[in-house]
């Protein structure tokens, strides 16, 4: 994923009202800017820390700012929650994950039951659904997934277990924003209900690929597929 607009630079003052975040720019002024991370963002917030915020065309946005990602233990590391399902498209449509099919027709946004999935698609009669999910938090060399509860997400990995069950074939798709960690695994001291579904999901034949990409002021690249830790 390539950012469509060069990005402006800043340092971090303060995140507040968990979708507010206080930037003061290399000019010296002060910008209040959208944070679509609703999470706790445990890891990933330091005071005075470098940050890369964009700014919407939409003249008519109450914020036209949006937090972008912030620089921790000299890296990247992206926290825009929006960016994660069309770099998982993209991954999907390039045939990044060797693992998949090719696909003759991919979508975004499908319903099914009453979830919505963040990308469906059709490969030689085979019928797909894929769940994306943002990841930041780090804990040592892991990188965890919820950082807060989620009992969306829990039910996302019931309804993923059901059209499996109804001949679907079915994927989790972890967009780890982060290179400082080498593997992946549920939190299980934040959320346990999500961790013991998604074991539950992965016995059940839910494919999961935790992907960790390369954020960058320019774009956002995939690295590879870390190693899955139950």
């Given amino acids: 994923m390539i950012f469509p607009e060069p990005l402006i630079h800043g340092r971090l003052v303060k995140r507040y009202k968990r979708f507010i975040a206080d930037i003061i720019l290399d000019d010296g002024q002060q910008v209040t ?5 609703s999470g706790s963002m445990k890891s990933c917030l330091e005071d005075n820390a470098e940050v890369y ?23 990247w590391v992206g926290i825009n929650t929006s960016h994660p399902n069309k770099v998982a498209f993209d991954i999907i449509q390039s045939q990044w994950i060797k693992e998949l099919p090719a696909f003759q027709h991919l979508k975004r946004e499908v319903k099914y039951d009453d979830s919505r999935f963040d990308v469906y698609g059709e490969s030689n009669g085979q ?4 769940e994306v999910k ?13 950082d807060a509860v989620t009992t969306r997400g829990q039910k996302h990995l019931q309804t993923l277990v059901k059209a499996k069950s109804n001949g679907y074939q079915v994927a989790m798709i972890y967009i780890i924003q982060r290179t400082d960690v080498d593997a992946f695994a549920p939190a299980w001291d ?5 961790s013991n579904e998604l074991v539950k999901a992965i016995n ?18 995939p690295i590879k597929i870390l190693h899955l830790d139950l």
């Fill in 33 to 37: 800017a959208h944070c679509t991370n």
């Fill in 134 to 146: 943002n990841v930041t938090l780090k804990d040592g060399n892991t990188a965890r997934f919820p």
């Fill in 190 to 194: 934040i959320d346990p209900v999500y």
């Fill in 127 to 130: 019928k797909w659904f894929f």
């Fill in 204 to 221: 059940a034949g839910v494919n999961v690929f935790p992907i960790q990409v390369k954020v960058t002021p320019t774009s956002i690249e």
């Fill in 53 to 75: 915020i964009s700014r919407s065309p939409n003249p008519n946005r109450k914020l036209p700012y949006t937090w972008e990602m912030i620089k921790i233990n000299g890296d």
